[in-house]
């Protein structure tokens, strides 16, 4: 059942939304060459502790898999998502993806963005620049009365039409209480299909773009999910609040994505 959220759980979910936003600025000024991912993992452990917050990621385990055994997920490369931080040393051309989450007050907020490592190929610029506009193609239809499909549709639309692959076998998702509530928010699909949106929904969308095919493959750890082809990836994501006016953007503050 989709959970339509009180105007008492939206202002905790802005609240949650906001510190996310903060802390994915703090980790995207420190990631810089030759700082490894446990580096930025230990600073957002830091600021989720000094803020009073819990961690949305730690200790994670759906489906049988082995608990998430850090705060953030660091993806470089050809890593779409899920990419467990460890002593990888950030790089010249690396393409970095920061997928972050935290609790406030038992309401989460959920966030990623991608950025450059210095100077990167201008095939991932665009990569990022076109990942980046089909993730706010799909908010710009989050409004009551249309319908999860357009939402999806908007983003495969935008992705596609630039020549890059949208990710099958990973989609958005209702947040509020519990991290991944219903209903799944495929970054594909026709438009016109699916849940009616309303008032009150609270859905994180994150799209998933590939430079090349949209196949995925897990690594051995089964977490971090990579590209088939080992051609870049990148992740945009953001909190959005069904409004009877505009989308609310929760994870989302001066200088975000």
């Known amino acids: 059942m989709i959970q339509l ?18 802390i994915l600025l703090e980790l995207r000024e420190l990631a810089k060459p030759g700082v490894t991912t446990a580096e930025i993992d230990r600073r957002a452990d830091l600021e ?35 990419g467990i931080p460890g002593p990888r040393a950030l790089a010249e051309g690396d393409v970095l993806k920061l997928d972050f989450g935290a609790i406030f007050e038992g ?11 210095g100077e990167v190929s201008p095939e991932v610029r665009r990569l990022l620049e076109v990942t980046r506009a089909a993730l706010h193609a799909g908010i710009a239809q989050m409004r009551p009365g249309n319908r999860l499909g357009d ?60 430079a090349g095919t949209y196949a995925v493959e897990i690594r051995e750890d089964r977490w971090t999910a990579v590209t088939a082809d080992g051609r870049p990836s990148a992740h945009f994501e953001h909190t959005v609040a069904i409004t009877s006016d505009a989308p ?10």
């Open 151 to 210: 939402v999806s549709h908007a983003v495969q639309e935008t992705v596609e039409r630039a020549g890059f692959s949208v990710v099958r076998d990973f989609v958005g998702h209702g947040i509020g209480r519990v991290m991944h509530e219903p209903p799944q928010l495929p970054n594909f699909g026709p438009p016109g299909r699916g849940p009616r949106l309303r008032e009150g929904m609270v859905l994180a969308i994150e799209p998933m773009v590939n």
């Open 248 to 257: 609310e953007v929760l994870t989302q503050v001066p200088g975000s994505h």
């Open 48 to 82: 989720i502790r000094r803020r009073g917050l819990a961690s949305s990621f730690r200790g994670y385990a759906p489906g049988g898999l082995p608990p998430y055994p850090a705060v953030v997920c660091t993806s470089v490369n050809d890593e779409i998502v899920h």
């Open 5 to 22: 959220k009180s105007g008492r759980e939206l202002e905790r979910m802005r609240v949650a939304g906001r510190h996310v936003a903060e």
């Open 107 to 117: 309401f989460h907020g959920d966030s990623a963005c991608s950025l450059a490592v």
